[in-house]
């Protein structure tokens, strides 16, 4: 396991698929290393790739105001995503590109200890809490993995797409919010 700064590099220098061929930049990752909640998106878009930082576009925009929503600022949280180089045009990441890429989120997840872990979207919910996880029928449900609390919610591209979604998604964050008063030890 390699610490913060050793993670970065390796990070940075990374070039264990195709993806490190078209990348502007990695996108490590970033918030509060000491965080107790995490949040997973599926990969960079245009605004990540171009300045090198997650959730910066228009979903980004959008992922702040949920947070708001339930009193959480993106300092204080980790977000980080399951590939950290652009997969072009946005498409979903490759299985294999998951699979190049994913040591370097448990390694993040190994330092940060966090009790909490938030999968945004279909994609890293698949990655990280069952291969057939179904968002639609599945978001804001709980389990236990290893001694962290996990969830899934709607990707805010997602609801951007489909304004509809937007009750549900603020319901998954109530309950989010509930979980952090119950399980974590910061206040938030
Ligand atoms: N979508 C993601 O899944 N991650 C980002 O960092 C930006 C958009």
């Not at 190994?110 to 599945?138: H, N, Q, W, Y």
Request: charged fraction near 30%; aromatic fraction near 6%.
């Amino acid at each position: 396991m390699l610490g913060w700064d050793a993670l970065y590099e390796a990070c940075k220098n990374c070039r264990n698929c195709d993806l490190a061929d078209t990348r502007h930049n990695v996108v490590f990752g970033e918030g509060a290393r000491d965080s107790e909640v995490m949040f997973i998106g599926e990969g960079p878009g245009e605004q990540e790739d171009l300045t090198g930082r997650p959730f910066v576009g228009r979903a980004g925009q959008l992922l702040d105001d949920m947070l708001s929503m339930i009193d959480l600022r993106r300092e204080r949280v980790f977000i980080g995503n399951i590939v950290k180089c652009r997969p072009p045009g946005n498409r979903d990441p490759l299985n294999i590109e998951q699979e190049a890429c994913i040591g370097y989120l448990r390694n993040q997840v190994a330092l940060l200890r966090p009790k909490i872990i938030v999968c945004l979207g279909r994609v890293s919910a698949m990655k990280l809490i069952r291969e057939d996880f179904k968002i639609t029928r599945e978001h804001g449900q709980w389990t236990e993995k290893a001694g962290v609390w996990m969830t899934a919610t709607y990707h805010p591209a997602a609801l951007l797409r489909d304004p509809g979604k937007r009750p549900d998604s603020f319901a998954d964050l109530r309950a989010l919010r509930a979980k952090i008063r119950e399980v974590c030890d910061h206040t938030y």
